[in-house]
């Protein structure tokens, strides 16, 4: 049965929210510039509407095809979906590289392929798809393409923006945009600080704006690994057809420079070659393109400074191939779910599918963000293959910690019973991914939302140079 998405959630994106604004007077002034028709600016002019993009593009005249060539620089899923749009118009000159030898960035699914088992695998990156209004259509998609959406477990939410004004959140926003969250939480009582700041939520994370720790309550996932998505994009992406030669991803490719002169950008490749560009899309973090020498793009003081600042935060998982899927037993836990806990495992993920209690499952037994992470990623060595080893410093902590934290359960199990279990492991630390440079998503501070993130949302070098995706 396809998803309900439409009225998955009421819930809006905070980022959805500011993108749209931001899009809508960007375009309104874009087209000011241009003899179509457009309105002219006055006492009206605040009152144009452009179309709803949350419920997907409105059919329109097909747009003439941008004419040279263009370069993206990841493959992660924001350069995929370019690709994929330039793809859909009929243009096939452009190259897209990837510093890493796969596609999807971080969007990382682990299989365990020694495991008999339906589901031997766990989502090391993004693992869900928020339920929210601007992602109906994306979810709508994702489930004609592929069938495998699955809505798990409401998460919990620590608030949701309800208003269907644009303005009303727009103002919601801004008043929240200068406070980061721990100067928010001291204007409340304890008791309710207390309930804000619940035990899976890392404490340093009151440092950034409040925006960034509302939640949504509705969230889906992808059956077979979110891997699915990225790996489909690229097929298309590669596949000739009798309109389209194919375009080969070319992975192992990274970029060290980037300069714009006369029109044309100069992309410096890190085995020394040079190619000219007539449009580059950058969909790498703002840390990643913050290590490439930019200094050739003449970029605002503003647009550079916000692409040094903007903080990325960390984030480990650990996940454990037991023998049986133990917690299935536990009617907390049967059908998926998430255990929080000041241990320094912070928060287990249990899966909500089940394959039978004789074969072998997949735990993610640790989560971890913010410093947490730091601590838990000490432990860890990033491996590109599942290990067997108990007697390892990371994997004798863990384990420890489930057990603690099942001691209270009537017939929980015992450290003895989960080393009898264990079959392997995998660890993955983002912070240690040098393709990830430092962390795992974007964490904008008190005041970006309104003095950087508008300036990623727009063009650079002649409304020819654009940071897609973190943005």
């Known amino acids: 049965m396809a998803p309900n998405v439409s009225t998955a959630s009421r819930g809006i994106s905070l980022r959805a929210v500011i993108a749209r604004k931001i899009l809508k007077d960007y375009v309104k002034k874009e087209l000011s510039k241009q003899s179509l028709n457009a ?74 392929p020694d495991l008999s088992t339906t589901h031997n695998y766990y989502d090391v990156g993004a693992m869900r798809i928020p339920g929210i209004a601007s992602m109906n259509s994306d979810l709508n998609a994702a489930y004609s393409a592929f069938q495998t959406l699955v ?43 207390t309930k804000e700041q619940p035990l899976g939520t ?36 590669e596949t000739p057809s009798e309109s389209y030669p194919g375009v080969p991803i ?34 790498t973090t703002m840390s990643c393109l913050y290590q490439m020498d930019i200094s050739g793009l003449g970029l605002s003081e503003d647009l550079y400074t916000g692409i040094r600042t903007l903080s990325y935060d960390r984030s480990c998982k650990v996940a454990i191939a037991f023998d049986h899927p133990w917690w299935d037993n536990y009617p907390a836990t049967a059908n998926g779910g998430t255990s929080s806990t000041d241990l320094p495992i912070r928060t287990v993920v249990y899966p909500n599918w089940n394959d039978g209690e004789e074969n072998p499952a997949v735990l993610i037994a640790s989560y971890t963000w913010a410093q947490d992470a730091s601590r838990m990623g000490a432990l860890i060595n990033n491996s590109s ?23 209270s359960v009537p017939n929980g199990p015992s450290l003895q019973d989960l080393q009898k279990w264990y079959l392997e492991h995998h660890s993955w630390a983002w912070s240690h991914d040098p393709e990830a440079a430092g962390g795992a998503f974007a964490l904008f501070g008190p005041g970006q939302f309104s003095s950087v993130y508008p300036l990623f949302q727009q063009g650079a070098c002649d409304n020819n140079f654009f940071m897609c995706g973190e943005a």
């Open 39 to 112: 309105p002219t600016p006055g006492p009206d002019w605040q009152k144009v509407e452009l179309p709803d993009f949350s419920i997907g593009l409105p059919p329109q005249d097909p747009a003439p095809v941008p004419t040279g060539k263009v370069c993206i620089i990841g493959a992660g899923m924001a350069g995929l979906v370019v690709a994929n749009g330039l793809r859909t118009i009929g243009k096939d000159d452009f190259d897209i590289v990837e510093a890493l030898d796969r596609t999807g960035g971080r969007v990382y699914t682990q299989t365990f």
């Open 151 to 193: 809505n798990p477990i409401a998460s919990p939410t620590t608030g949701t923006i309800t208003s269907t004004s644009e303005d009303d959140a727009w103002a919601t926003l801004m008043g929240w945009d200068l406070n980061s969250t721990r100067q928010w939480l001291q204007t409340l009582p304890l008791n309710t600080v």
């Open 202 to 237: 890392p404490m340093s994370w009151s440092d950034t704006v409040k925006a960034e720790t509302i939640d949504t309550s509705n969230w889906w996932r992808m059956e077979g690994g979110m891997y699915i998505a990225p790996d489909a994009c690229a097929s298309l992406i």
């Open 250 to 283: 070319q992975l192992g490719k990274t970029v060290t420079a980037i300069a714009y002169e006369g029109g044309q950008f100069q992309v410096t490749f890190g085995d020394g070659t040079r190619n000219s560009y007539a449009y580059v899309f950058n969909t």
């Open 385 to 407: 293959t599942p290990v067997k080893n108990l007697s390892d410093s990371l994997i004798q902590l863990v384990l420890s910690n489930l057990a603690k934290l099942w001691s």
